[in-house]
């Protein structure tokens, strides 16, 4: 398990993209220590931070689950 900084270091995103990302599944979440949470390591499947205008989040999250499921 990873702490927000370490997750943000490896994906090279900020800590309010990885809260979009934790929302939309892309990353996994667990509570610990009642507010803090901790993350599991990213999949090989994790999408690059892009500009979402013309890519939806909830596009990309879609395709990782379809990715992750087969």
Not at 1 to 13: D, F, H, N, Q
Not at 17 to 26: E, F, N
Request: net charge positive.
């Amino acid at each position: 398990m990873l702490t927000t900084a370490e997750v943000c270091k490896i994906l090279g995103i900020s800590q309010s993209t990885l809260a979009r990302w934790v929302k939309y599944d892309i990353v996994k979440r667990h509570a610990f220590n009642g507010y803090l949470g901790l993350f599991e390591p990213p999949a090989p499947h994790i999408p690059a931070k892009q500009c979402s205008r013309w890519n939806q989040l909830t596009l990309r999250a879609e395709t990782l689950r379809n990715l992750t499921a087969s």
